[in-house]
T-cell receptor, first 113, second 113 residues
Framework: AQSVSQHNHHVILSEAASLELGCNYSYGGTVNLFWYVQYPGQHLQLLLKYFSGDPLVKGIKGFEAEFIKSKFSFNLRKPSVQWSDTAEYFCAVNAGNNRKLIWGLGTSLAVNP | EAEVAQSPRYKITEKSQAVAFWCDPISGHATLYWYRQILGQGPELLVQFQDESVVDDSQLPKDRFSAERLKGVDSTLKIQPAELGDSAMYLC???????????FGPGTRLTVL
């Protein structure tokens, strides 16, 4: 069965620190990859997505993610986090003909000012 | 900016009672999703509609849960009877279709006492 694994469940950083959140999926074929974010008290919203082309994709608020097919990974990065990045981050994968999004468990990020 | 609307935002009920949640997707979005999200986990798809037809309800507990989208626009999710384990956030999302971005509503927080 398809699955998505997010390596870090809780991350605590200080402002200006660099961020990398890991995401791995299990599927050998074509995939569409997403990172969603949920800020405190707000609804889930798309941070960035990869369908095809350049494996380095840029999203909103300075976030980027790199698709590495050989590693089945789609890690999220930001060079310098801000307090306002405190949120829950979810990786999701849509694989093959299955239109269902498979979600990771999420990573809770707390950025200390 | 168009948004997915959900009501109520919060619902407290006693076990064995019936509850219903309503969702109005973004206008023109043919695909509508109902998810359940337990604290500390990613969303779990309960049911997916394409227009008025159910395309995936494999994870919907059909003995107590039902969902409809009669005119292919808004949708209702019902639980009868509610159980303690149903306490969760119920999310509605919509999309144009295919593997693209899903747009989420604010959710309904259900507490079953």
């Amino acid at each position: 069965a398809q699955s998505v694994s997010q390596h870090n469940h809780h991350v605590i950083l200080s402002e200006a620190a660099s961020l990398e959140l890991g995401c791995n999926y299990s599927y050998g074929g074509t995939v569409n990859l997403f990172w969603y974010v949920q800020y405190p008290g707000q609804h889930l919203q798309l941070l960035l997505k990869y369908f095809s082309g350049d494996p380095l994709v840029k999203g909103i608020k300075g976030f980027e993610a790199e698709f590495i097919k050989s590693k089945f990974s789609f890690n999220l990065r930001k060079p310098s986090v801000q307090w306002s990045d405190t949120a829950e981050y979810f990786c999701a994968v849509n694989a093959g003909n299955n239109r269902k999004l498979i979600w990771g468990l999420g990573t809770s990020l707390a950025v200390n000012p | 900016e168009a948004e997915v609307a959900q009501s109520p935002r919060y619902k407290i009920t006693e076990k064995s009672q019936a509850v219903a949640f309503w969702c109005d997707p973004i206008s023109g979005h043919a695909t509508l999703y109902w998810y359940r999200q337990i604290l500390g986990q990613g969303p779990e798809l309960l049911v997916q509609f394409q227009d008025e037809s159910v395309v995936d309800d494999s994870q919907l507990p059909k003995d107590r849960f039902s969902a409809e989208r009669l005119k292919g626009v808004d949708s209702t999710l019902k639980i009868q009877p509610a159980e303690l384990g149903d306490s969760a956030m119920y999310l509605c999302a919509s999309s144009l279709g295919g593997p693209g971005e899903q747009f989420f509503g604010p959710g309904t927080r259900l507490t079953v006492l």
